[in-house]
T-cell receptor
Framework: GIQVEQSPPDLILQEGANSTLRCNFS?????LQWFHQNPWGQLINLFY???GTKQNGRLSATTVATERYSLLYISSSQTTDSGVYFC?????????????FGSGTKLNVKP | DTAVSQTPKYLVTQMGNDKSIKCEQN?????MYWYKQDSKKFLKIMFS???????INETVPNRFSPKSPDKAHLNLHINSLELGDSAVYFC????????????FGQGTRLTVV
């Protein structure tokens, strides 16, 4: 398999603060996704980002595949950003596409 | 319109029972998946289907049997439920085996008592 490590495991922010979440992976990947699991349990797609940088409103993500990491930036955080953020990777050396998930970063944004 | 929908959202049942979870996607995708999220929130793939054909069976007990009547549907049937089967089960779909951006359903919380 492939190891996917996310840091930090837990994060508490005051509303309006910025943060960076990190995802390290142990092998070459074809694809990488960031998800937000909201307090109701729904998994929401944030970015599909095997390499490069993407931005969507207050969120942006950067994947440096050659160095085996991805970063998720949250700017001007809001209470609705609370939840668990997952990174999931698709390993390059496997014949069958499947995502390996990290253990997540639990974010709590306080008003 | 919900892109990937699962029913039911909650399922409470006794040990030994048989239950099914249904999943439908209206995205026109070829590939569908079942993932399991355990009590520690860890997500792991169980099955994937492409155009109704089983692609991945990730060492899941035989009590779990996926069925894909057409490429828009992937149902999960579980026989002889055990306490350890309690988890959240997520259905997902992607365009195909090449374009693999995954879209998830809202999950089914299964509680076995």
């Amino acid at each position: 398999g492939i190891q996917v490590e996310q840091s930090p495991p837990d994060l508490i922010l005051q509303e309006g603060a910025n943060s960076t979440l990190r995802c390290n992976f142990s092998d070459s990947v074809n694809n990488l996704q960031w998800f937000h699991q909201n307090p109701w349990g729904q998994l929401i797609n944030l970015f599909y980002i095997p390499s490069g940088t993407k931005q969507n409103g207050r969120l942006s993500a950067t994947t440096v595949a050659t160095e085996r990491y991805s970063l998720l930036y949250i700017s001007s955080s809001q209470t609705t950003d609370s939840g668990v953020y997952f990174c999931a990777v698709e390993r390059a050396r496997e014949n069958f596409n499947k995502f390996y998930f990290g253990s997540g970063t639990k974010l709590n944004v306080k008003p | 319109d919900t892109a990937v929908s699962q029913t039911p959202k909650y399922l409470v049942t006794q040990m030994g029972n048989d239950k099914s979870i249904k999943c439908e996607q209206n995205l026109g995708h070829d590939t569908m998946y079942w993932y399991k999220q355990d009590s520690k929130k860890f997500l792991k793939i169980m099955f994937s289907y492409n155009n109704k054909e089983l692609i991945i069976n990730e060492t899941v007990p035989n009590r779990f049997s996926p069925k894909s009547p057409d490429k828009a549907h992937l149902n999960l049937h579980i026989n002889s439920l055990e306490l350890g089967d309690s988890a959240v089960y997520f259905c997902a779909s992607s365009h195909n085996l090449i374009v693999t951006e995954a879209f998830f359903g809202q999950g089914t919380r299964l509680t076995v008592v």
